[in-house]
């Protein structure tokens, strides 16, 4: 039988874990709510981005709006083209890649055609030639294949590489995880304390 003394340890007992399951269940909730928070701000944002052809490739035909778009957007990458040369045509391949892949920067393309001003302003000379403007200043030139291994089958990667060192692309940054570590944990695999 149960004396008193062990009944008010069981209640108590029993109001203590019905306590600490509805804190797990507020935490849990509260991480849930937060996460579908971040998840729609997400959705959000690439939805607008996706509404002002971020995302796209755009064929530019007047001068005036690739002007316009490299000074009002915050990140553009401007690919110059000829429509006859091959090797433009495989800068698209590549810029395409990208402009699915970074929401964030506005990748756009012209024919020289279009654009003698431009062409005459920015001493464009060899094609193909792709700039990238951050908030409307120039940041990069890549003239034809010189700096991507001069050859025509260069990777995607390579002008990945230099459109992020320009500073026109960003790589999503990691989250750093939270974890509860004990005091006794340590992140030095070299420790002094242990023993050898």
């Not at 269940?25 to 991480?31: E, G, K, P, V």
Request: some cysteine.
């Amino acid at each position: 039988m149960y004396s008193s003394r062990n009944l008010e340890d069981i209640v108590d007992d029993e109001a203590l874990f019905a306590e600490l399951e509805n804190e797990e269940d507020n935490d849990i909730s509260a991480l849930r709510e937060q996460r579908i928070k971040e998840i729609q701000d997400e959705i959000n944002r690439r939805e607008a981005r996706f509404e002002n052809d971020h995302g796209l490739y755009t064929d530019i035909a007047k001068e005036k709006e690739f002007m316009d778009i490299t000074t009002s957007e915050k990140y553009v990458v401007g690919h110059f083209y000829h429509k006859d040369f091959r090797r433009c045509k495989i800068m698209d391949t590549h810029l395409e890649k990208l402009a699915k892949k970074y929401y964030d920067t506005r990748f756009i393309k012209i024919d020289v055609a279009n654009a003698p001003f431009l062409v005459e302003k920015l001493q464009i000379r060899v094609l193909p030639c792709v700039m990238a403007w951050v908030n409307g200043y120039a940041q990069t030139k890549i003239v034809g294949f010189d700096d991507l291994g001069n050859t025509d089958s260069f990777q995607t990667a390579s002008l990945e590489l230099k459109l992020i060192h320009a500073g026109v692309i960003r790589k999503k940054e990691e989250k750093v995880q939270n974890t509860k570590k004990s005091i006794f944990q340590s992140n030095d695999t070299d420790s002094e304390l242990e023993d050898d």
